[in-house]
């Protein structure tokens, strides 16, 4: 890898993340280097040798601000996204959602990066971690790489597979029939109070059987070739353990036992969990319901548990392929080395999920590390904005039970009035977010990006 004296700054993957970082230091007048393996080394994924190539959906989503993806891509094109204006470009008819040609959006990024006078694109593999630079490698990292990382970080550092539960709005749960409880009465996370750590959704013997019989006959997701799974007993689909008999769930992540409702006195014939998934306990995980199950079916299954019956669904489960990083616990605030601040990570490898969410951090990774190359401090945005609140999951979300999250309103701070009507509060967020973003633009990265 080249030193810091020349200025040559490594970005390592061709991806959206990768794209985006290195097209954004570039215009802020860097020379880069974007080292991307394909074609030298071919995935299991991708079929091209284009950059930025989307390999499963070709849609990011709503453009509407009062949903969570449309307002981090109103926070990106503040920050003059290159990814989105290549969408916009290669936008199809979609509704709201932003859905793109795939092959006219890969070319038009693949041109404009290839064509920028201060980026050099190579086609190689790398093996180790640029000393002044950004990996963007995303979910197929390559193994000699993911080894250079876990050298690094440790073997906590990486993980190679999601087992993702869902998690679901705190107000959409029902108080009136959710207790809060822990087993045997002993606490398992810090700050709970007394009352325990859990909510915990308690089933009579005719709630579990309906529960069992529709998630037997529920539709699953068929995974791509690249994204099968082999299933650790520690990341096994809730479906499947039922399928091992119709007691495996009471006597796995739906046990009753040690948990009685305060109000009865008495256990229950199963129990769902839900944990805590930030601070301010806006999110709350369902433990143990890491699935398969396509979108709707988890919708109509998990709403059949007590007390989720209106549950808002702020990530879905899912399971598969995925390297990423524990950033809570191994990266800086800045998602760099924690002894190195110029080896920054961005994109799907550092426990974000989705296109956007992936591009947006691409941005932050170029804004930081030019920052720092110019004896500046690294920023984030504020936590009123979906980036700022997406990173500080990253940075405090418990390092034990990290998984990888979308953008979603239960990251960002609450609006200081109570709003009960849903969409009106999320165009409240939306316009507070925005304003901030604006602001925090203007200030903090001040002149901001370069024209050419």
Not at 186 to 208: H, I, S, V
């Amino acid at each position: 890898m080249a030193s810091r004296a020349n200025q040559e700054l490594h970005v390592v993957g061709g991806g959206l993340a990768g794209s985006e970082a290195a097209w954004q230091l570039a215009e802020r007048g860097h020379e880069v280097v974007l080292h991307e393996m394909r074609p030298v080394r071919g995935t299991a994924a991708h079929h091209t040798d284009r950059l930025a190539e989307l390999v499963c959906s070709n849609t990011f989503k709503s453009t509407e601000t009062s949903n969570a993806h449309g307002l981090l891509k109103a926070e990106m094109r503040l920050l003059g996204s290159i990814i989105l204006r290549a969408a916009d470009e290669a936008r199809v008819a979609a509704g709201s959602a932003l859905a793109v040609d795939r092959d006219v959006f890969s070319a038009r990024v693949h041109e404009w990066v290839t064509s920028h006078e201060r980026i050099r694109v190579v086609r190689e593999e790398v093996t180790e971690l640029p000393d002044v630079g950004i990996v963007a490698t995303g979910p197929l990292t390559s193994d000699a790489l993911a080894e250079a990382i876990r050298a690094r970080l440790g073997v906590e550092g990486l993980a190679f597979y999601d087992a993702i539960a869902p998690i679901v709005s705190r107000e959409s749960i029902d108080d009136a029939i959710v207790f809060r409880a822990s087993r045997y009465g002993k606490e398992t996370m810090e700050g709970a109070g007394e009352e325990g750590a859990y909510l915990n959704c308690p089933f009579t013997r005719e709630e579990y059987e309906a529960f069992l019989d529709a998630l037997g006959t529920a539709d699953q997701f068929t995974a791509h070739e690249f994204d099968k799974v082999p299933y650790f007993e520690g990341c096994m689909p809730v479906e499947e353990m039922a399928r091992r008999g119709r007691e495996t769930l009471r006597f796995g992540p739906m046990k009753p036992v040690g948990l009685r409702d305060p109000r009865t006195g008495r256990e229950a014939h199963a129990v769902a969990q839900l944990r805590m998934e930030d601070r301010a306990g806006n999110m709350w995980n369902l433990v143990g319901f890491q699935t398969r199950l396509r979108i709707p079916e988890q919708q109509r299954v998990f709403r059949m548990i007590p007390g989720l019956a209106n549950a808002e669904f702020l990530r879905f489960g899912s399971i598969h392929r995925n390297s990423y990083l524990n950033s809570p616990g191994a990266l800086a605030p800045h998602l760099a080395l924690p002894d190195h601040p110029t080896t920054l990570f961005a994109g799907q490898v550092t426990g974000v999920e989705g296109y956007t969410e992936s591009t947006a951090t691409g941005i932050m990774a170029a804004i930081n590390l030019s920052r720092l190359l110019a004896g500046e401090e690294p920023v984030l945005p504020p936590t009123t904005t979906m980036l700022g609140a997406l990173y500080r999951y990253l940075r405090e979300a418990d390092p034990r039970h990290f998984q990888p999250m979308n953008a979603n309103f239960g990251l960002m701070d609450e609006l200081t009035e109570r709003v009960r009507d849903k969409r009106l509060k999320r165009e409240k967020l939306a316009e507070r977010a925005l304003g901030e973003m604006e602001r925090w633009r203007d200030t903090a990265l001040a002149p901001g990006v370069a024209t050419r």
